[in-house]
């Protein structure tokens, strides 16, 4: 997202996604989809409830000790010829990458899906230094030649048609395209191919890295990771420090939750754990592997506020089951990160005031915490997160006044009977069957996308007062 | 920029200050690991032909297309006819000692051009790129399988010397060969043989990467529709061997 689309806000943007029609139809379609997968794939499952608990804490585990499992993480990395970066800042991960591109000579770069590199917006970094990143999960493929962002973590792409992605391909890549997914993937595989076998440098994150072992491990479909981990003579892996497990019996735990809740398979195509550069009697891999630890707002948070959402899989399960991402989808968030977990990577990544709008983009169901394989209590921190947006008065002033008055109005019986008497005189003229659908102003904006119930003709209070077998 | 002593300070810092929250405790790793792996070895001595179809099952779940047969030596015989459907002549191995027999005669008697992987690291960087061409080249590639999971129909390939991760994953249509040693039942077991790898077992290879497969290549990334063969292979055959293939 540009900063310019950024400077519309939040409200406006999520306004202009729900009148996308088509939007509309692909979200639902896309997260129902996802959601029955997911539940299907757990049902035949019925041990995966106790591996949650599981996952949770070993997750909770390695926090308590993430020094430590960092430095057997490096010194395993090292001792099988791989070289590790440290990066504070995404300025400080861009420029180790590109630094890398020019020593080693890199022209090309192959990426595989990578929510990290998003984050750290590596690929403009690439191309200002003379290196081409060539995006190759498809849908990431497809969103880099419309020069757009990804909306959903898993699926970047759901926001297109596949006459949109055939007319993208016809105008960008010179061949003419039917809108017929089977062909535009052929398409997308013959483009792609030969971009693995020509690339200097193969980029990837990392869904996890195995401490004990020097292990990076990556999850695709596509055996886009394999071949950017193959074929490169160089291989960047770019991590956030939260990302390590101390050994592959933990892994096993995490592989057998993480794609039931992305997609509803037992296991993705592709689990790639890769060690180090090739080695002695290898005919592919590369010479030159490096890890790029990215702290970036997380370590601030191993004692902050929002440490559980250090445990995020970036599944995407969260998405797909929020009611508000379900109607706005990934783009109008604004950031990397999209949905109920995208708003708290955010908080943590830009700093709380980056999501004072955001913060209120939930209606706290909780039907993210069902969803989340590691249990994550999303509501909790939003909760904590609107809190310290009110007091470092981040609201508009007319929002903080309202609740300020409503805060003595619940505190006093009396006044509170008053206004309730008040309200019920008032509500007349814009009651009508039972819900007030428009207020003037200044609370139009408030009826403008919803109803209010009106003041019950009699209220609780005073049936209680007067009503004798409600009591009894 | 940033040095390690720096970062990993701030990380001490953090840690120090925050107390554990709520339950927590990593895996219980097996204590030796390499024994643990024989122990499942030994038990599925019994129970491998449930386990077998338990993978069938899985694995066909995946779109992967799964043939058994008495011995190694029918072997050529399956894929030939699998080329040949597919009008199909340009075969990559894994060398034959990855294998655990030399097929390349026979596949050669069927008709097909047979390309093994060599043994040892190739001289040259011209070498390397010749071989790799072969690879993207060729339409079947033959490889040995690691482990078999039956939970999840998963086949896991060590790379190593003659044994090059592109066999399967550049030709379109992958074929990988086991025999029942490499069958364990779940995950969990998997995880195990891993272990065992690292500490005090023997790796089936040296390589640096270990893949794990479960079914032919897919994506889904336009409108939701499933396509397979996007970047690996568009199709995944097992062929199960009766009689262990290394006697």
Known sequence: MSDAELTTPFRQRAGSAMKDEFLQEALTIATTKFIGLRREAFAGFPEGEALRDRARAIKEATLQHLDRHLETLIANVERLGGHVHFATTPAEARSIVVDIARRTGARMAVKAKSMATEEIHLNEALEAAGVTPVETDLGEYIIQLAHERPSHIIAPAIHKTKGQVAELFTRELKRPAEPDPEALTRIARAELREKFLQADLGITGANFAVADTGTVVLVTNEGNGRMVTSLPRVHVAVMGVEKVVPSFTDLMVFLAILAKSATGQKLSVYTSLVQGPRRAGELEGPEEFHLVLLDGGRIAQIGGPLREALSCLRCGACLNVCPVYRQIGGHAYGYTYPGPIGILLTAMLEGAPAVRDLAHASSLCGACVDACPVRIDIPRMLIELRREVDDEKLAPWTERVAFALLTKLLQNPRLYRFAAKAGRVLQRPFARDGRISRLPLPFGEWTRTRDLPPVASRTFQERWASDKDLRA | ?247
């Open chain 2, 1 to 247: 920029m940033t040095t390690r002593a720096e970062f990993l300070e701030r990380i001490r810092e953090q840690v120090r200050m925050s107390p554990g929250r709520s339950p927590a405790s990593s895996a219980r790793r097996p204590q030796h690991p390499a024994a643990e792996a024989e122990t499942i070895r030994r038990e599925l001595v019994e129970r491998w032909p449930e386990t077998l179809e338990a993978f069938r099952r899985e694995f066909e779940g995946v779109a992967g297309v799964f043939h058994r047969t008495a011995s190694i030596d029918v072997v050529p015989a399956i894929v030939a006819r699998i080329a040949h459907e597919r009008q199909a002549r340009e075969v990559v191995t894994w060398h034959s000692a990855a294998l655990g027999a030399d097929l390349a005669p026979a596949l050669g008697a069927c008709g097909l051009d047979v390309h093994p992987m060599p043994a040892a690291e190739p001289s040259g960087g011209a070498e390397r790129e010749r071989l790799r061409t072969l690879a993207a080249r060729a339409d079947l590639g033959l490889t040995g399988v690691d482990l078999a999971i039956a939970e999840t129909g998963t086949l896991v390939l060590v790379s190593g010397a003659g044994r090059p991760r592109s066999t399967s994953l550049l030709p379109p249509c992958h074929i990988a060969v086991f025999d029942r040693t490499a069958l364990v039942e779940s995950l969990r077991q998997a995880g195990v043989f891993l272990e065992a790898w690292h500490r005090d077992g023997r790796p089936p290879a040296g390589g640096s990467a270990i893949n794990f497969i479960t079914g032919p290549s897919r994506t889904a990334d336009i409108e939701l529709t499933l396509t397979r063969g996007v970047h690996g292979p568009k199709e995944v055959h097992a062929i199960f061997v009766e009689q262990p293939i290394r006697g």
